[in-house]
């Protein structure tokens, strides 16, 4: 073996694991810093373990998963490294060391309680036994003799109890008058029936007479006049809805939940997907325009159709 070997540090030189794993580290041309990056331990910690400075690391299983990582950061054997850590430090099994600043002995304070609750405690018990001795020896109460009892029954006067008049009935009980749903027709007490409110349509409360559409004046073919929505190109789509006035559309599946739904500004379009069951239910007909496969079909023909069938 050359003499040169004995001078290449490994986990058994220097004094101890600390000064091994220093050399190991130097030779490699490795900072501390550099160590605490690839194994995330603070680099004073790995600084105490080079120094051996054991009672300012943390508990003894800390130090050994520190040492450990140390090792393999280094290429080295972790096991190898705690064994050296183990010759040079055993375990002696020692009881744990109390804190720093702690009293051995009982808290004044916590004896200081004890006794007050106990001369509580003491006290409550006697009171209550004076308590009950007073009452025993306590006269009985007095009582009215037979005589004055029977004069103070013969002196009720016997007759009618005048009550005084009653009072109104609470607020939270009366009655409020029915609910009038405006646009609908009201019954009179007599029978008779009065027809809708004439303000009912202008309220909003009642659907607004539509102006039927001029059909001359309608495009023969689709004319995209603001956003469309629905399926998008290249999704096929035979059936085209497009807005003639402001209005609203709501589409629902086969099974009746909501597939789409908005408020249309006019010029605004939407292209229903080819799926099966799709119903289309509209707060006005007369302000959608039908289209099928880009040719007008005029306008919808009920607030509420199939999609499908506008396609046939």
């Known amino acids: 073996m050359a003499s040169d070997d004995f001078d290449i540090p490994?986990?058994?030189?220097?004094?101890?694991?600390?000064?091994?794993?220093?050399?190991?580290?130097?030779?490699?041309k490795l900072s501390l810093e550099e160590v605490a990056d690839i194994t995330r331990v603070r680099r004073v910690y790995l600084a105490d373990i080079e120094a051996m400075r054991l009672d300012k690391l943390p508990s003894r299983p800390f130090t050994i998963g520190y040492i450990r990582a140390y090792a393999e950061a280094l290429g080295l054997d972790g096991e190898a490294a705690v064994e050296r850590f183990k010759a040079?430090?055993?375990?002696?099994?020692?009881?744990?060391?109390?804190?720093?600043?702690?009293?051995?002995?009982?808290?004044?304070?916590?004896?200081?309680?004890?006794?007050?609750?106990?001369?509580?405690?003491?006290?409550?018990?006697?009171?209550n036994v004076a308590q009950r001795a007073m009452t025993a020896n306590a006269p009985p109460s007095p009582t009215a003799s037979a005589k004055s009892t029977a004069e103070a029954l013969a002196a009720q006067k016997a007759g009618p109890v005048a009550l005084g008049a009653p009072l109104p009935a609470p607020v939270e009980s009366t009655i409020p008058p029915p609910y009038e749903t405006p646009g609908l027709p009201t019954t009179n007490p007599d029978g008779t029936v009065n027809p809708h409110a004439p303000s009912a349509a202008s309220s909003g409360l009642a659907p607004e007479t539509m102006t039927p559409a001029d059909l001359a004046r309608l495009s023969p073919v689709f004319v995209p006049n603001g956003k469309i929505y629905g399926a998008v190109a290249p999704q096929p789509s035979a059936v085209t809805l497009?807005?003639?006035?402001?209005?609203?559309?709501?589409?629902?599946?086969?099974?009746?939940?909501?597939?789409?739904?908005?408020?249309?500004?006019?010029?605004?379009a939407y292209?229903?997907?080819?799926?099966?069951?799709?119903?289309?239910?509209?707060?006005?007909?007369?302000?959608?325009?039908?289209?099928?496969?880009?040719?007008?079909?005029?306008?919808?023909?009920?607030?509420?159709?199939?999609?499908?069938?506008l396609a046939e």
């Open 10 to 28: 490994s986990l058994h030189s220097g004094a101890d694991i600390g000064q091994a794993l220093k050399a190991l580290r130097e030779q490699k």
């Open 88 to 127: 040079d430090e055993p375990d002696h099994n020692e009881p744990l060391r109390a804190p720093v600043s702690a009293y051995q002995g009982g808290d004044p304070r916590v004896v200081a309680i004890v006794a007050g609750i106990v001369v509580m405690l003491a006290a409550i018990i006697m009171w």
């Open 242 to 268: 497009q807005a003639l006035k402001p209005a609203s559309l709501i589409v629902r599946g086969a099974d009746g939940s909501i597939y789409f739904a908005r408020q249309f500004a006019a010029g605004e």
């Open 271 to 309: 292209r229903a997907p080819e799926l099966a069951g799709l119903t289309a239910t509209v707060s006005a007909p007369a302000s959608f325009q039908v289209f099928v496969g880009g040719q007008s079909k005029g306008v919808l023909p009920a607030a509420q159709v199939s999609l499908n069938k």
